[in-house]
């Protein structure tokens, strides 16, 4: 997963504190503790990033977005806009797909 979405998880559950021992194991995709005492606190905060993670993903995989139409250019259209603004469209939509996002077809 992102660095950007774990900001926004720890930003609601809480920084990684290394007093409490609990860090981040990013090969693992998990929280850990070496110490005994904070391992408890390690898989909650464990359980509970991967219900984050799932719900992001869900929330991700429903999200549509609905770009205007293609103008089809009529015969008293200015080229240069019509080109620019389909132009302008397509890009839009590399872009938002490019990032994980569907584009309403």
């Known amino acids: 997963m992102s660095d950007k ?17 609990v860090h981040f194991i990013p090969e693992l995709n998990t929280y850990g503790s070496e110490l005994y005492a904070q391992h408890e606190y390690a898989q909650m905060k464990s359980s509970a990033w991967f219900y984050f993670q799932k719900g992001w993903k869900a929330s991700r995989e429903a999200l549509v977005i609905e770009l205007p139409e ?22 839009c939509a590399r872009a938002i ?5 569907k584009v309403k077809p």
């Open 97 to 101: 797909e490019a990032v994980g996002l």
């Open 70 to 91: 293609l103008h089809t250019m009529a015969p008293d259209d200015d080229r240069k806009w019509h080109g620019c603004r389909n132009s302008t469209i397509r890009t």
């Open 5 to 21: 979405m774990r900001e926004e998880f720890e930003r609601e559950w809480g920084q990684v504190d290394a007093a409490q021992g």
